[in-house]
């Protein structure tokens, strides 16, 4: 399914920064786990740039939970673009049958995708993910999600081509939802029941929705109307927005028509 039953958001901790080889910007984030799933976003990158090794962009931490296969380890569920999730869990090091395991120690504490076998696929900053803990829900811990700040002034765009598409926010920074979340071809309307929306995970499980306006609001059959809000991001119609989308925060897109595109900007780009 596109959404656990109960999902749960990490509180954010403030992004902490340190100066590579005094041209790259590294920093880290740490997230607080108290439930089994908590969807998360990239908010960094590869200190050279590009797509970092997943191994490299969520470090094994105490708390984390080890096992011989993803049914009983902590997974990462990395959403792709054609909404098929592609799933890492946390290796003991261990491969092979469980009565009788072999062990390679240098894939202990490493995300794999099939046991015994070293994984170095990468993960682009602003790609979303699940994390899945098998303690978190009655012995809550903490993770770490770390890399080079992104310096890009925005995203490529992105074509919405389902219902349902998953984002995550690639900048170390807070993300206005108005002004940075940048919607080509977006369906405008009165409410969010008709148009595009934006549904944001927060710390209690329950997501906040935005869509966008098209200036209207009040009754259907008699609307009045505000130039200003039109193709603005939006809670409640007719009322200006300033939102944000949290540093490590993801969202889900909602398209009506399976066709607009989403660009997200950088708000701290030069």
Known sequence: PLKPEKPSSPLFATVSFAELASANIVGYTTFNLNAEYTLIG?????????????????????GMNKALSSANADNVQVMGGDGVYTTY?????????ASAPSYKAELDGKW???????CTDKVPSGAAFWYVSRTAKTTPHTITVAGGVVAAEAT????CTATYTLFGNPYA?????????IVTGGTTALASANADNIQVMGGDGVY????LSNGQYGKASAPSYKEELNGT?????????????P????????????NNTVTIKNPISK
């Open 112 to 118: 794999l995708k099939t046991a015994g076998v070293e």
């Open 208 to 211: 906040t929705t935005y869509f």
């Open 173 to 181: 920074c807070e993300v206005p939802l108005n002004g940075n979340v």
């Open 156 to 159: 490529e765009p992105v074509t």
């Open 233 to 245: 991001w939006v809670k409640t119609a007719g009322v200006a927005c300033t939102d944000t989308i």
């Open 42 to 62: 990239l908010c960094f990158e590869d200190v050279a740039g590009g797509a970092m090794d997943i191994n490299t962009a969520i470090p094994y931490a105490e």
């Open 247 to 258: 540093v490590g925060g993801a969202f889900w897109y909602v398209s009506r028509t399976k």
């Open 89 to 97: 869990f946390l290796s003991n090091g261990q491969y092979g049958k």
